[in-house]
């Protein structure tokens, strides 16, 4: 089976050591090996290339060299990681011009990007070099008195040109995985729009809203849970979900777990070895259905 | 004799934002409106509209696009650029925009917060002690170390500057 470089970037080991646990444990068990680098840095998602859109691909285009180097593709978990790297690397693979350009900013510190590796999100991987043959095989703890409803955040998917992780209005690839555990996927209203995550700070009354609307319309079909991809959702829904309360005086008492949490407890890793200790929301709705 | 020419020419602010990284698609808006009918943002907050953002910037209301508050409200989810049928990428166009708006000194004081952590740390959201320790009790093994010399190398490189903060910003 093949190794990946796992790229971590800055919100998961901060905030998040529930996803990274999660995952680890998932690939072990399903046996891809993690390769741990030296040097990554920040990804340089939105809000940096909202201040220098140059720099933020240079630093892209610098952690995917050191990917390069030890040549293995990169895995990402959160999406904010995998959009800023998917894109640089598609971009300067596709643009020679802007190759060049790049590489010249690298050289300052003895890079050079060669686009020799792809960068995969956690998805990717599993149905790509692991498949829904294989995992299904692997499920002891099947989910199947779930109704989980997925959500997809948008740097999974767009811009779809550049990520190709799926098609960017009617995605499958989620929803294929969350039955492979033998959960049933529900389908909700506006699955595709954004959480509002990194409108926080900017305005906050609007970021809440958009979270709200999750939480209203996958509550309305009748989901036991929402599950993530990215860090920035699941703080959107999780912690959103005291701040929902705070301000529209609504209580939704909606789990929200990580992909990476579901197919680990469906592969058998026991709930206690997952840190779901560590949700606002607490997971035992969801532990109770699967007993 | 010759005559002095008195009239300075100025770049348009059109042709200076489609100079710009991200901002390249520019002038292909025809005003079909389907960015603001793709719009998460839009919906909820009638105060902001892509489709506007893109025609003053094409007409050049310089100061009017780079001083609201307008191109700060952009959630950079990707639906507009998704759907957009004139391939217009709205969402780098925005990125574009507020580069040039940092630069004349107008943003949130939040992104001087990110520049700040990033220059520093090399990561743009901080490692507690707590969270170390937590990392032990969960067997994860420890961070490796973040590459922030190179980092600021690239960023000197680029032009990075630390947005400042303004009092009258949020």
């Given at each position: 089976?093949?190794?990946?470089?796992?790229?971590?970037?800055?919100?998961?080991?901060?905030?998040?050591?529930?996803?990274?646990?999660?995952?680890?444990?998932?690939?072990?068990?399903?046996?891809?090996?993690?390769?741990?680098?030296?040097?990554f840095t920040c990804c340089c998602p939105p809000p940096i290339q909202s201040?220098?859109?140059?720099?933020?691909?240079?630093?892209?285009?610098?952690?995917?060299?050191?990917?390069?180097?030890?040549?293995?593709?990169?895995?990402?978990?959160?999406?904010?990681?995998?959009?800023?790297?998917?894109?640089?690397?598609?971009?300067?693979?596709?643009?020679?011009?802007?190759?060049?350009?790049?590489?010249?900013?690298?050289?300052?510190?003895?890079?050079?990007?060669?686009?020799?590796?792809?960068?995969?999100?956690?998805?990717?991987?599993?149905?790509?070099?692991?498949g829904l043959e294989k995992i299904k095989e692997k499920v002891v703890k099947p989910l199947s008195k779930l109704k989980v409803a997925p959500f997809y955040g948008c740097?999974?998917?767009?811009?779809?040109?550049?990520?190709?992780?799926?098609?960017?209005?009617?995605?499958?690839?989620?929803e294929n995985l969350i039955e492979a555990l033998g959960?049933?996927?529900?389908?909700?209203?506006?699955?595709?729009?954004c959480c509002g995550g990194l409108l926080k700070g900017i305005s906050d009354d609007t970021a809440l809203s958009l979270a709200r609307d999750k939480l209203v319309k996958t509550t309305k079909a009748g989901a036991d849970c929402i599950s993530t991809l990215c860090p920035f959702c699941f703080v959107a829904l999780d912690i959103g979900q005291l701040q929902v309360k705070a301000k529209f005086k609504e209580v939704y008492d909606m789990p929200i777990i990580h992909y990476s949490e579901l197919i680990a407890l469906a592969l058998g890793v026991a709930p206690e070895e997952l840190a779901l200790r560590s949700h606002k929301i607490k997971a035992d709705k969801v532990l109770e259905k699967l007993a | 004799m010759m005559t002095q020419k008195t009239e300075k020419t100025t770049i348009s602010f059109s042709d200076e934002v489609t100079s710009r990284h991200g901002g390249e698609t520019l002038t292909a808006c025809y005003q079909c409106g389907t960015c603001a009918s793709s719009c998460p943002v839009a919906r909820l907050d009638s105060s902001f509209n892509p489709r506007e953002i893109i025609k003053l910037s094409l007409l050049g209301a310089k100061?009017?696009?780079?001083?609201?508050?307008?191109?700060?409200?952009?959630?950079?989810?990707?639906?507009?650029?998704?759907?957009?049928?004139?391939?217009?990428?709205?969402?780098?166009?925005?990125?574009?925009?507020?580069?040039?708006?940092?630069?004349a000194g107008h943003s949130p004081n939040i992104y001087s917060d990110f520049a700040s952590a990033l220059i520093a740390e090399g990561r743009i959201v901080q490692i507690s002690k707590f969270?170390?320790?937590?990392?032990?009790?969960?067997?994860l093994p420890p961070l490796k170390p973040v590459g922030v010399d190179d980092l600021n190398k690239i960023l000197s490189a680029t032009g990075f500057t630390k947005p400042e903060k303004t009092e009258e910003s949020k």
């Amino acid at each position: 089976m093949k190794s990946y470089v796992l790229f971590l970037g800055c919100t998961i080991p901060a905030r998040q050591p529930n996803y990274e646990l999660s995952a680890r444990k998932t690939l072990e068990k399903l046996g891809v090996e993690l390769v741990d680098l030296d040097n990554f840095t920040c990804c340089c998602p939105p809000p940096i290339q909202s201040i220098n859109l140059e720099s933020s691909q240079a630093v892209a285009a610098y952690n995917i060299c050191l990917a390069e180097e030890a040549g293995l593709d990169i895995v990402a978990l959160c999406n904010g990681c995998f959009e800023s790297l998917a894109m640089a690397n598609a971009a300067l693979k596709k643009d020679k011009k802007l190759k060049a350009h790049i590489n010249e900013i690298l050289a300052e510190v003895g890079k050079e990007f060669k686009g020799t590796i792809e960068v995969k999100h956690f998805l990717q991987v599993l149905m790509e070099e692991i498949g829904l043959e294989k995992i299904k095989e692997k499920v002891v703890k099947p989910l199947s008195k779930l109704k989980v409803a997925p959500f997809y955040g948008c740097h999974s998917l767009r811009p779809s040109k550049l990520l190709q992780l799926d098609d960017p209005e009617r995605p499958t690839i989620f929803e294929n995985l969350i039955e492979a555990l033998g959960a049933e996927s529900v389908e909700y209203r506006d699955k595709l729009k954004c959480c509002g995550g990194l409108l926080k700070g900017i305005s906050d009354d609007t970021a809440l809203s958009l979270a709200r609307d999750k939480l209203v319309k996958t509550t309305k079909a009748g989901a036991d849970c929402i599950s993530t991809l990215c860090p920035f959702c699941f703080v959107a829904l999780d912690i959103g979900q005291l701040q929902v309360k705070a301000k529209f005086k609504e209580v939704y008492d909606m789990p929200i777990i990580h992909y990476s949490e579901l197919i680990a407890l469906a592969l058998g890793v026991a709930p206690e070895e997952l840190a779901l200790r560590s949700h606002k929301i607490k997971a035992d709705k969801v532990l109770e259905k699967l007993a | 004799m010759m005559t002095q020419k008195t009239e300075k020419t100025t770049i348009s602010f059109s042709d200076e934002v489609t100079s710009r990284h991200g901002g390249e698609t520019l002038t292909a808006c025809y005003q079909c409106g389907t960015c603001a009918s793709s719009c998460p943002v839009a919906r909820l907050d009638s105060s902001f509209n892509p489709r506007e953002i893109i025609k003053l910037s094409l007409l050049g209301a310089k100061e009017e696009v780079l001083s609201r508050d307008a191109i700060w409200q952009c959630c950079s989810c990707f639906n507009c650029q998704e759907r957009c049928p004139q391939n217009v990428e709205i969402a780098d166009l925005i990125y574009a925009l507020r580069n040039i708006a940092l630069e004349a000194g107008h943003s949130p004081n939040i992104y001087s917060d990110f520049a700040s952590a990033l220059i520093a740390e090399g990561r743009i959201v901080q490692i507690s002690k707590f969270v170390e320790k937590k990392r032990e009790e969960y067997g994860l093994p420890p961070l490796k170390p973040v590459g922030v010399d190179d980092l600021n190398k690239i960023l000197s490189a680029t032009g990075f500057t630390k947005p400042e903060k303004t009092e009258e910003s949020k």
